[in-house]
């Protein structure tokens, strides 16, 4: 467990170190307008493809746990593969100026990104976590080297390609037998099957990542240049938080959709409280020495940056340890009222970012609380839910054989 955990993080970790070095020197080789051109770029592309993975990912994982089933794997590979051809219709329009252009980049970087993060999904359904950590590995290298030949350019669109087309392009070659060789015939009844889980998902897929960039969208109508290039420059640094929350899910989705591990055996392991606080302490310490380093670095340019990225960042983990309690969602097969309530909560933000999201300091106060309070609702929910299941399973027990032991691992199934 461990072992693979440990496997996952620290490939995550390469190719999240990967993307922060980049946009870390991207203010030496872009202008001010490029780089928040570059930004936007790759908070489209971040949101696009979740919107075009219309939640086939988890959808295909939960689907296998349960099934076994490898038909549902070549529909999630087969679906991406049409959406990345059908985005190279996009290629003319790139010789446009202006709108047109910036968002024909978008929809190929996004359409490369869906197909890419179905081939790891194939890995992280079956399991096998050595090849997704070496999928990891040639990405992470692919992209510093290609994002680094980009920026030479000095240009954001051939920045933006070299940043997320290449890499996956260079996955993709080594990854074309997994391609041909794992691919078995599909039956409508499993198409149906899948799409009608993901439909729901893809909403909540939909609502959270819009609520995610949102922020960004009130900064670059509302604000400058300075203050697109400060957020774009706060999401990039807070994406060893993304790598940390992205491994916990890749190793825990598939186990809780079997009923292998549930949200309640965590919450009454007497070392959880323990560690909570140790990270606590930890991510305190951590937040104020990279404040501090991000003034030094930064501070000229974006004099907003350190202290809102200690703002940002100290709502985002608590949100993020929260939400890994909300995983149990799927197994549950709760995740209509789960994108119900993401659906309202994002209303919500959107009132209030458009009421009261006037400066930079309020867009990210407001953004970071709704995180937060959203998550904590949805935990609330999920307990709910499970303390209901597992008081049935145990009035079915006793009623069977008489007694009910509360540490047997039982699934919904």
Request: glycine share 6%; proline share 3%; with cysteine.
């Amino acid at each position: 467990m461990l072992r693979d955990i440990f496997s996952i993080f620290a490939t995550n970790l390469i190719v999240n170190l990967s993307t922060i070095i980049i946009v870390a020197i991207a203010p030496w080789f872009l202008s001010t307008e490029g780089l928040s051109q570059f930004v936007l770029i790759i908070a489209a592309t971040m949101f696009g493809h979740m919107v075009l993975d219309f939640g086939l990912n988890i959808s295909a994982v939960k689907k296998y746990a349960e099934a076994r089933n490898s038909s549902y794997l070549s529909i999630l590979l087969t679906s991406k593969f049409v959406i990345l051809v059908i985005s190279l219709l996009s290629l003319p329009f790139m010789l446009s100026g202006g709108k047109v252009q910036f968002w024909a980049v978008a929809v190929l970087c996004a359409a490369t990104m869906n197909w890419w993060t179905g081939l790891r999904t194939f890995e992280q359904a079956k399991q096998n976590y050595d090849a997704y950590s070496k999928a990891n590995l040639k990405f992470a290298i692919s992209r510093l080297f290609m994002g680094l030949i980009g920026l030479t350019s000095g240009d954001w669109l051939i920045t933006s390609l070299a940043f997320f087309v290449g890499p996956a392009l260079v996955v993709l070659i080594f990854e074309y037998n997994l391609v041909t060789t794992h691919l078995v015939p599909i039956k409508k009844s499993y198409i149906i099957s899948l799409f009608k889980y993901s439909a729901f998902l893809h909403l909540d897929s939909i609502f959270h990542g819009a609520a995610m960039y949102l922020p960004q969208v009130f900064i670059a109508s509302r604000l400058g240049a300075t203050e697109i290039g400060t957020f774009g420059l706060i999401m990039s640094f807070a994406a060893p938080l993304s790598l940390v929350n992205a491994s916990l899910r890749a190793y825990l989705l598939p186990r809780i959709c079997t009923g292998d591990i549930q949200g309640r055996t965590l919450l009454v392991n007497p070392k959880f409280p323990i560690g909570l606080l140790a990270l606590l302490l930890a991510t305190g310490g951590g937040l104020m020495l990279a404040s501090a380093i991000l003034d030094f670095l930064y501070g000229a340019n974006y004099p907003q940056l350190s202290k809102m990225f200690v703002v940002y960042m100290a709502f985002s983990i608590l949100s993020i340890t929260v939400s890994l309690f909300n995983i149990e969602v799927h197994r549950l097969g709760m995740i209509r009222l789960y994108a119900t309530i993401r659906g309202i909560s994002f209303t919500i933000l959107l009132f209030l970012l458009w009421q009261y999201g006037t400066n930079f300091q309020s867009i990210v106060w407001i953004a970071s609380t709704m995180f937060l309070a959203v998550e904590f609702l949805q935990a609330v929910n999920v307990r709910w839910f499970a303390s209901k299941e597992f008081a049935a399973k145990g009035k079915c027990e006793i009623a069977e054989t008489g007694r009910f032991q509360p540490g047997a691992n039982s699934s919904s199934r």
